[in-house]
T-cell receptor
Framework: ELKVEQNPLFLSMQEGKNYTIYCNYS?????LYWYRQDPGKSLESLFV?????AVKQEGRLMASLDTKARLSTLHITAAVHDLSATYFC?????????????FGTGTRLQVFP | NAGVMQNPRHLVRRRGQEARLRCSPM?????VYWYRQLPEEGLKFMVY????????ESGMPKERFSAEFPKEGPSILRIQQVVRGDSAAYFC??????????????FGPGTRLTVT
């Protein structure tokens, strides 16, 4: 059974600091996604990573994918309060018949002054 | 281009009643996925449908839950005889044809079901 694990589950960080969220998955996957969710809201797509070594950056967030290690990272640079949210990684491509996403447990990020 | 639409956004049902959740995919999308999110947890896959076909229902509870995506109209997730444990946020996502090379699923705003 495919498992997707994130760590840490909770992250409280000061504005201006850097930190990395890790996403490990247990079976070979073709694609990895990062989403942001604000309380009571839907999921906002942040990154789609399609190949080994893929790196994407948007503002203070940078995501990378190592398919050999089955690991993706979401790096936060110089955090600001607006980044406070829950971040999920998800993988698919496990089956040829379906693209269902398997989500990680989520990382709740709180950025304080 | 309107995004994925879900209604209602909030639904309150008493134990034993039926809940019907609707999802209209993005224009041009023919694949629909339903996910459930329990409080403080990640999303869990429930069912994957194409028009008039259920492709993968491996995440659906065996009883009380059903889904359809008719030729005309929205996709419906139906929960019969709801119980308190069904209280959750239910998200619908849609995507284009896989062979188009576009894999991304776009999520709707969700329906928050509360069972009293």
């Amino acid at each position: 059974e495919l498992k997707v694990e994130q760590n840490p589950l909770f992250l409280s960080m000061q504005e201006g600091k850097n930190y990395t969220i890790y996403c490990n998955y247990s079976t070979t996957s073709d694609r990895l996604y990062w989403y942001r969710q604000d309380p009571g809201k839907s999921l906002e797509s942040l990154f789609v990573l399609l190949s080994n070594g893929a790196v994407k950056q948007e503002g203070r967030l940078m995501a990378s994918l190592d398919t050999k290690a089955r690991l993706s990272t979401l790096h936060i640079t110089a955090a600001v309060h607006d980044l406070s949210a829950t971040y999920f990684c998800a993988v698919d491509g496990i089956s040829s018949n379906t693209d269902k996403l398997i989500f990680g447990t989520g990382t709740r990020l709180q950025v304080f002054p | 281009n309107a995004g994925v639409m879900q209604n209602p956004r909030h639904l309150v049902r008493r134990r034993g009643q039926e809940a019907r959740l609707r999802c209209s995919p993005m224009k041009g999308h023919s694949h629909v996925y339903w996910y459930r999110q329990l409080p403080e947890e990640g999303l869990k896959f429930m069912v994957y449908l194409q028009k008039e076909n259920i492709i993968d229902e491996s995440g659906m509870p065996k009883e009380r839950f059903s889904a359809e995506f008719p030729k005309e109209g929205p996709s419906i997730l139906r929960i019969q005889q709801v119980v308190r444990g069904d209280s959750a946020a239910y998200f619908c996502a849609s995507s284009h044809f896989r062979t188009s090379g576009s894999y991304e699923q776009y999520f709707g705003p969700g329906t928050r079901l509360t069972v009293t």
